[in-house]
């Protein structure tokens, strides 16, 4: 693999513009069409890169966070929304309080079809009065304290194996393609 080609997202910094030029540039000159080409062009770049980044929003309700997967291998060459980078959608479940030692579903309110596709689910679990924070899923070298995390057409479910019930603020992220 060619190391030049292993990087991300990103916009030159090391465009340059003459202040004093640009005041004294003749509008109907080459160089100031040239000047023109080069700042459409810098626009472009500043937009695709923009467009490529993951954006740090976390909502309730679904939003292209702005990364891409693959095209979809079902399609070879398809039309354009079919053919191209698939984008993610993320979506925050406010999920509560984890359960006492059982099941807790919440509806996570995706339109799942035959093409949604689940790239990631996570969460987290904060206890505010212990001051104690978990990760979910979470794996523990005791059994009875794991904390299972799963998602299915219709909810988001957490089984808790001990008492859980003092992590009262629990947030769940998924992010999922639709095609």
């Not at 009875?144 to 992220?173: H, M, P």
Request: glycine share 8%; charged share 15%; aromatic share 10%.
């Amino acid at each position: 693999m060619d190391p030049s080609t292993l990087f991300g997202s990103f916009v030159q910094t090391t465009q340059v513009w003459d202040v004093a030029q640009l005041q004294d540039v003749d509008v109907t000159s080459p160089e100031f069409k040239e000047l023109l080409v080069r700042l459409y062009q810098q626009i472009n770049n500043i937009a695709i890169v923009l467009n490529t980044k993951d954006t740090g929003m976390y909502e309730l309700s679904e939003f292209v966070n702005g990364q891409l997967y693959f095209n979809n291998p079902v399609y070879n060459s398809g039309t354009p929304f079919q053919g191209g980078p698939r984008q993610v959608i993320r979506l925050v479940v406010n999920f509560g309080a984890l359960p006492n030692t059982g099941t807790k579903s919440v509806a996570h309110g995706i339109t799942c079809t035959g093409q949604t596709t689940f790239t990631r689910i996570y969460g987290c679990s904060s206890d505010v009065t212990g001051k104690n924070y978990i990760p979910l899923p979470y794996a523990s070298p005791t059994a009875a304290n794991n904390i299972e995390l799963k998602v299915d057409a219709t909810n988001v479910t957490i089984i808790t194996g001990s008492n859980r019930s003092a992590f009262t603020i629990t947030y769940v992220i998924l992010e999922y393609l639709q095609n």
